[in-house]
């Protein structure tokens, strides 16, 4: 079956952007050798504005699909990218967006636990989880695999990886990449026994 995979950056206190929505704080343009690991393992999760500055024809990879919440989408659509990642798919969580006039960009207003499970019952890819708090929150239950861009930096306080009551679910580390500038790349599974019965 098709993976939920949260694929986001991070501090090392858990927040994922300023608490005014801005994330500038992280590399905006990884280093060399994190954009290296990025071009050669998840290409796809580069916005396809970037892909001619960095020498990508159409990107290949574990995805065809992204899902997102308005606060993630709101940002580029700020700046006039209605279609961020063009080359997927594209779920993006509202209910208060208009539809989106490109045909790869379906705003969804349905309960989005409800809306992965029968996304990952129907055939394709993994499924990549952008972000942000809000939606990772109501979705943690279906998160397969957490990966998790850690930077040396703690923020104080900002938009958690996941917004939600307490609710403790472990993940098994599987890799753990260090890179020259600091970042350091977790990548978890869901572990099994973890989650809560009713799931
Ligand atoms: N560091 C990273 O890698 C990374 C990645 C992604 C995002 N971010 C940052 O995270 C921030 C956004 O995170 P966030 O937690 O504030 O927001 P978010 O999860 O991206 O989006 C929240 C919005 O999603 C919609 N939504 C949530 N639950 C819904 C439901 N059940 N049904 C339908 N729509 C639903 C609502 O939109 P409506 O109000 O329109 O209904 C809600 O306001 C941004 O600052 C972004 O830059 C960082």
Redesign the pocket.
Known sequence: MRKLVY????TLDGF???PD???DF?PLVPEPDVLAHTMATYPQTLPTFAHAQFGIDRPEGRFDTVV????????GLAMGVTSPYAHLQQYV?????PPAAEPEVEI?????VAFVRALKARDGKDIWL?????????LLPEIDELIL?LNPIVAGSG??LV?RDFDPRRFTLVEARPFDSGLLILRYTRSEGGQDSDD
């Open positions: 694929y986001v950056a991070g994922i952007a300023a929505g801005s994330y992280f997102m919440g308005r606060g993630t989408y709101e940002p969580f509202s209910r208060t967006l969804v207003a349905d309960d989005p952008a972000g942000g708090g809000q939606l990772a929150g109501q861009k938009v958690p917004t």
